[in-house]
Every structure is written in C-alpha cells, then in structure tokens.
C-alpha cells in the first residue's frame, strides 16, 4: 500500500480543523490528486471549499484509507456512519487522543486495520512531532504509508507498544502547553526585574523560539549546548545554579509534570 493507492482508490478525511487542515495542505502539495481526498466536515473552512477536494459528497466504495480527525468526545458518533468499511481492507487512522486500539477496535472491527497516531499542537503548522502505533492487523506497509501521510505535518516516531502513548501524551502531547509556559514566566520575570510587558515578552519567545531552533540544527546535545553558553562564574552559571538544584529545580519539577500527565492520560483511555 502506498499513495499510488491513495491516488486510485481514494482517501476520507473525517473531520478538517487545524491539524485536518494542515495535513491536506501536505497531501496536495506532495501530488495526491484533490479528486483522490473527501472530506467529511459539517462546518467546512472557506480555505477547505477553494481546495477541489470532495466536500461533504458520497464517499468512495472501497477507499485506501479513511483518517479519523475529530475531538474523542465524537469519534464514536463518526465511526457509526462507516459501518460500510468495517470488513473491508481500508486502513483506519485515527488522532484522536487517549482512544486506544481496542476501543477503535470495537467500534470497527478487530479485523480491521488500524493505526492510533498523536501529532501534538505544532504539526498543524509543521513543526512538531508525531507518535504511531498500529494494532496487531497492521504491516509494515501500514506503517510506513501512515508515516508517509504524517510526515507531511511533522517529524514521525514508531512506538514499540501502545503503553508507551501515555508517556508520549505527557511529554510531546502535553508539552507544548509547558514550553507556552515557560515563555510566560521567563516574560513574568523579566516584568517584575523592570521591562516593559511587550518587550519582554518579545525577548522571551525569540529566545525559546531561537534556542529550539538552535537544538534542532545542531549535532551536539541540549546539555553541550548549555555548556557552550555557561561560563564559569558568569551570569548563566548564577542562574542555572537555581534552575538545576537536585530537589528544587526545573529537572524534578519536570519529571513531576511529565508523570501527572501520563497518568491522566492512563485514566482518560480507561474510562
């Protein structure tokens, strides 16, 4: 299976918000045909009706791949109007975060195969991560076109076992909502220490803007980095010195987060 598929046999988008948006703005700039994608959206974007995608039309018989883009509140409701594809060799993806595979599973078939994906926040405008895993149906083939279709949007990672999803949600799900974060506090601080709000917010997002930059180009690793900019008895040294205390600082505190998430995450996929 792979997009020459895709161009004969069709894909459906179900649901096409800001992630559904970015991922079909990937899928025509990489050549699949608008006449090859149906969208299914009850409240379609003016940008979406200027595509030539199939809006909101009778879907294709057998289609290569049906993508699941909705919120988990109604994914349910969404997967009831395909019961046309149950026993059929389409591949299901779903993003819909903390639906697990057995869940998919029961409301499509077991037979069916099946692949749970977690883009976070910045794929809707390229710049994030993905996390994949595939139920036992799913081949490499599965696998690989899936990644094909999310690396459109954002860099992709395989998980070896669905458990590890919930690590994935605290981490690169949750995380871009601590990084906002950081930006707020570090603008706070520098509020506080006498800058104006709009300078130092300015300063605070070019910097963690800048410094992930920075860690994405560079061959070296986040911690040779800190020490390239860290002199001995400097200014950086003074405030890491508060940041990296073993009980106090940001790693525990990070640590802390990251598991309150993941546990959350454990809790929301077991009703």
Same mark, same amino acid.
């Given at each position: 299976m792979d997009l020459n598929e895709i161009r004969a046999r069709g894909l459906i988008l179900i649901g096409c918000g800001k992630m559904g948006s970015a991922m079909l703005e990937g899928w025509l700039e990489s050549g699949i045909p608008a006449s090859s994608i149906w969208i299914s959206d009850? !409240?379609?974007?003016?940008? $979406?009706? !200027?595509?030539?995608?199939?809006?909101?039309?009778?879907?294709?018989?057998?289609?290569? /791949?049906? $993508?699941? @883009?909705?919120?988990?509140?109604?994914?349910?409701? %969404?997967?009831?109007?395909?019961?046309?594809? !149950?026993?059929?060799?389409?591949?299901?993806?779903?993003? @819909?975060?903390?639906?697990? $595979?057995?869940?998919?599973? %029961?409301?499509?078939?077991?037979?069916?195969?099946?692949?749970?994906?977690?883009?976070?926040?910045?794929?809707?405008?390229?710049?994030?991560?993905?996390?994949?895993?595939?139920?036992?149906?799913?081949?490499?083939?599965?696998?690989?076109?899936? !990644?094909? $279709?999310?690396?459109?949007?954002?860099? /992709?990672v395989q998980l070896e076992s669905e458990d590890q999803m919930d690590v994935v949600t605290g981490l690169s799900g949750s995380g871009p909502a601590y990084v906002f974060y950081l930006v707020e506090s570090l603008a706070n601080a520098g509020v506080e220490l006498g800058l104006s709000e709009d300078m130092a917010m300015r300063l605070a997002k070019a910097t963690v803007a800048g410094s992930g930059a920075l860690s994405m180009s560079s061959s070296e690793q986040p911690s040779k980095l800190r020490k390239n900019v860290t002199s001995p008895n400097g200014t950086t040294q003074a405030g890491l010195?508060?940041?990296?205390?073993?009980?106090?600082?940001?790693?525990?505190?990070?640590?802390?987060?990251?598991?309150?998430?993941?546990?959350?995450?454990k809790e929301l996929g077991n009703g």
């Amino acid at each position: 299976m792979d997009l020459n598929e895709i161009r004969a046999r069709g894909l459906i988008l179900i649901g096409c918000g800001k992630m559904g948006s970015a991922m079909l703005e990937g899928w025509l700039e990489s050549g699949i045909p608008a006449s090859s994608i149906w969208i299914s959206d009850p !409240k379609p974007s003016a940008w $979406l009706t !200027k595509t030539g995608v199939n809006i909101n039309k009778t879907l294709p018989k057998n289609p290569a /791949v049906c $993508l699941i @883009a909705v919120k988990p509140q109604i994914i349910f409701k %969404a997967l009831s109007n395909l019961n046309e594809y !149950k026993n059929s060799d389409t591949l299901f993806i779903s993003i @819909a975060a903390g639906i697990q $595979l057995s869940q998919l599973e %029961a409301a499509i078939s077991p037979d069916s195969t099946i692949i749970r994906a977690m883009p976070n926040t910045p794929s809707a405008i390229g710049k994030g991560i993905t996390a994949l895993i595939g139920n036992s149906v799913a081949k490499d083939e599965h696998i690989q076109l899936t !990644k094909v $279709l999310m690396e459109k949007i954002s860099q /992709v990672v395989q998980l070896e076992s669905e458990d590890q999803m919930d690590v994935v949600t605290g981490l690169s799900g949750s995380g871009p909502a601590y990084v906002f974060y950081l930006v707020e506090s570090l603008a706070n601080a520098g509020v506080e220490l006498g800058l104006s709000e709009d300078m130092a917010m300015r300063l605070a997002k070019a910097t963690v803007a800048g410094s992930g930059a920075l860690s994405m180009s560079s061959s070296e690793q986040p911690s040779k980095l800190r020490k390239n900019v860290t002199s001995p008895n400097g200014t950086t040294q003074a405030g890491l010195e508060i940041l990296m205390d073993q009980k106090s600082g940001l790693m525990p505190l990070v640590k802390k987060t990251v598991e309150a998430a993941a546990e959350r995450s454990k809790e929301l996929g077991n009703g």
